[in-house]
């Protein structure tokens, strides 16, 4: 749908005002003592990993919104995502949901990924919904749950998961649990934790050499009194006790308000069990929202921890995703949003000045380390992404050329007006 002389022609139109921002930019920075050159490569390189069920409108218990030619397939959400990746350059992989996507026939689909210069990026089981027909219900849990045959079938589909996983040359297994209980007395909360951790050991036994095993914790919801995996404490109890291959996954929107996030990420990275993110932004809970809508400067301050992480710990490699879904606008656009706030905040956490930084803190100079922090964070950074994406090949201003390409109103007469996709 985009190709590279619609590329071309955009960048053309767009390069006389990049060019005059990016100058003034460098000066700027070089005076700080910033090689641009390398922030861009960084910011180039940085890759995050879009799940398959972001690619169509979500929808809230009262309604869903589709705002037609969404996927249907996986072959056709593949092809949404390489659409992405061809416009940023930042979206080289797809994180797949287990049943919500059935993989049918694989080297179809790794050579269509090729194609669209994509990897497959953590693979997800499902164990928060009984499928149709399923044999067993996971009404009152699954890996936690007290029948043993019941805890079986949720270890076996994670086993299966993982063997999907290896068709696709994937390298992560993400776990999310909705396991726990809404009243108070409907579990013996010692027993689920430790059943839990059984379930995820057998899960664990399966994993690869070169895989890891990504585990999310959230607070409430689906069950209001206790979740089995509440929060990174416990989260990070299971993947210590697992083993190596394990770690800890942040959700943004899997926290209780106000929570220092940051200070997670660095408590998980001094540890070495920081897997992986799921970005997304939120108001009030759990509310998926397009990354940086809402709370830009505390996804400043967690790239700030992961950028100092990333230079000073031994945690490994992170896997990044983002795991947003809404009702209103075009999924498309809202993940090239999501996918510029992450690279925006990334760009800014690689401007702040930390020899300045560590000295202020020396110093208990308060004020100054404030300053510094907020001198990176109140830098336009845009022209930094924008130059990175073109170093890539990719858009200068992806939207812009998405709607000048009218890419929307030709996926709905390619697929349909109603072509709803699967998922959420
Ligand atoms: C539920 C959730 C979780 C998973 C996703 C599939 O909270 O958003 O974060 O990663 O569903
Ligand atoms: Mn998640
Ligand atoms: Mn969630």
Redesign the pocket.
């Known amino acids: 749908m985009i190709t590279d002389q619609d590329i071309s022609v955009h960048n053309e139109q767009k390069f006389k005002v990049h060019s005059s921002e990016i100058q003034h930019l460098e000066t700027k920075l070089q005076d700080k003592g910033f090689d641009v050159k390398n922030i861009i490569s960084d910011l180039a390189r940085f890759q995050v990993a879009i799940?398959s069920?972001a690619l169509g409108t979500g929808g809230t218990r009262f309604g869903r919104f589709p705002g037609g030619g969404e996927p249907t397939s996986l072959e056709e959400k593949i092809a949404d995502v390489g659409l992405l990746h061809k416009l940023n350059a930042s979206s080289g992989a797809i994180s797949l949901?287990i049943p919500w996507d059935i993989p049918e026939n694989t080297n179809q689909l790794i050579a269509l990924a090729k194609e669209h210069n994509l990897a497959f990026d953590a693979v997800?089981s499902?164990t928060?919904q009984d499928q149709p027909n399923a044999e067993v219900s996971y009404k009152f849990g699954s890996l936690c749950h007290i029948d043993p045959g019941i805890r079986k079938a949720a270890v076996d589909h994670n086993k299966e998961v993982i063997r999907i996983g290896k068709e696709l040359d994937s390298k992560a297994l993400?776990i999310?649990l909705?396991d726990g209980s809404t009243f108070p007395g409907q579990h013996n909360l010692r027993g689920a934790l430790q059943r839990t951790h059984e379930s995820l050991a057998s899960i664990y036994d399966d994993l690869p050499e070169d895989w890891k095993l990504l585990l999310?914790y959230?607070p409430y919801?689906p069950n209001f009194y206790s979740m089995v995996i509440p929060d990174w404490g416990t989260s990070f109890l299971l993947v210590s006790k697992l083993g190596e291959k394990a770690r800890t996954?942040v959700?943004l929107?899997?926290h209780l308000p106000n929570t220092n996030i940051e200070q997670i990420v660095a408590v998980l990275m001094s540890e070495s069990k920081l897997g992986g993110f799921?970005f997304?932004d939120s108001k009030y809970g759990?509310d998926?929202l397009t990354v940086g809508s809402l709370k830009p400067y505390q996804m400043f301050l967690i790239f700030n921890e992961l950028v100092d992480g990333m230079r000073n710990t031994q945690n490994p490699e992170i896997s990044w995703m983002i795991?947003a879904?809404h009702n209103l606008k075009d999924p498309l656009e809202d993940l090239l949003q999501s996918v510029e706030a992450i690279l925006i905040a990334y760009a800014q956490a690689l401007i702040v000045d930390r020899k300045s930084l560590a000295l202020a803190q020396e110093k208990n100079d308060v004020a100054r380390a404030q300053e510094i922090l907020q001198d990176a964070y109140r830098t336009d950074v845009r022209p930094l992404v924008a130059a990175a994406r073109m170093q890539s090949g990719a858009a200068l201003d992806p939207i812009s050329l998405y709607r000048s390409a009218e890419v929307r109103s030709r996926l709905v007469k390619e697929r349909g007006l109603h072509a709803v996709a699967t998922g959420?």
Request: proline fraction near 4%; charge should be negative; charged fraction near 30%.
């Open positions: 799940p069920w949901h997800n499902n928060f993400t999310w909705a999310e959230k919801e996954l959700d929107g899997h799921h997304n759990d998926d795991d879904s959420l």
